[in-house]
């Protein structure tokens, strides 16, 4: 009996059938929700008197002391409009560096990855997040998602503090991955 209203409910019902199945699979990966938002803040707000670029604002710069860089978006609060694949600042510019719903848009995020890199100083720290479940969204282009376990090995050059698996409104179909690491080196004064 259990076998056939499975069956049914497949047939009958096959968004509700789909939505257990992301449900079941979130919970394997487990909800990481809680750490990233602290892990966040306590990286923007022990932000102040370093060196901090922005990539992707989404809404507002963290704090005016945030280099803000977007390619798109040509409003203010946006300090170059920057490819993140070819970012024109000096090498290890930065202490902190962020970048948040960008790498799912460019062709190549190990290029991007590699730019980051770059402008980090030894002992930097980097914020990534990207999409895992979301709906497709243009901006211009949307090419990738990725696993925690893909997003490791992107970023793979840094020493990881923390990542993991976040639900977005508490919802299993709209989840994201973030990783918090270090760039090998020493800390920046």
Known sequence: MGNALVTLVRRCLPAASHYYLYSRAARRLGDASRERRELFAQLVEGSAGADCLQIGVRGSKFAPHWVSVDLHDRSQQIDHN????????????????????????????????GELSRVLRPGGRIWVEVPFNQPYHAAPNDFWRTTPAGLRIWMGEFAEIASGF????????????????????????
């Open 166 to 189: 976040f639900r977005i409104y508490r919802c299993s179909i709209y989840t994201g991955v973030f990783y918090y690491g270090r760039k090998p080196g020493v800390e920046p004064a």
């Open 82 to 113: 920057y490819d993140i694949q070819d970012l024109r600042f000096p090498d290890g510019s930065f202490d902190i560096a962020v970048c948040n719903a960008v790498l799912e848009h460019v062709e190549s995020p190990a290029r991007a990855i």
